[in-house]
């Protein structure tokens, strides 16, 4: 979403389908990987790392959820524009 803070779109809709477009992929194989090598500890027969399996699955999925379903629409609305927000060091 920086590319949005140098004002290049439109709008700020064009912004997050750019930076998913960009990203998106990214986000979701590298939750999927995640996810992916903690389904070894889920058939394990001690029960701490049978639950910190389930922890980390859950939490990987609603990671995923919230940046997808929550973070992209909200900023859709009402993320930065132009030159709001911006920040000058």
Do not use: K
């Amino acid at each position: 979403f920086h590319e949005a803070s140098r004002g290049q779109f439109e709008s700020r809709r064009e912004a997050v389908a750019h930076a998913l477009s960009d990203l998106g992929g990214a986000i979701f194989l590298a939750a999927m990987t995640t996810a992916g090598a903690t389904i070894f500890l889920l058939p394990c027969w001690i029960y701490l790392f049978y639950q910190m399996g389930i922890m980390i699955v859950a939490n990987t999925l609603i990671a995923l959820m919230y940046t997808f379903l929550f973070l992209a629409p909200t900023l859709m609305i009402c993320g930065p524009l132009g030159e709001c927000g911006r920040i000058s060091a």
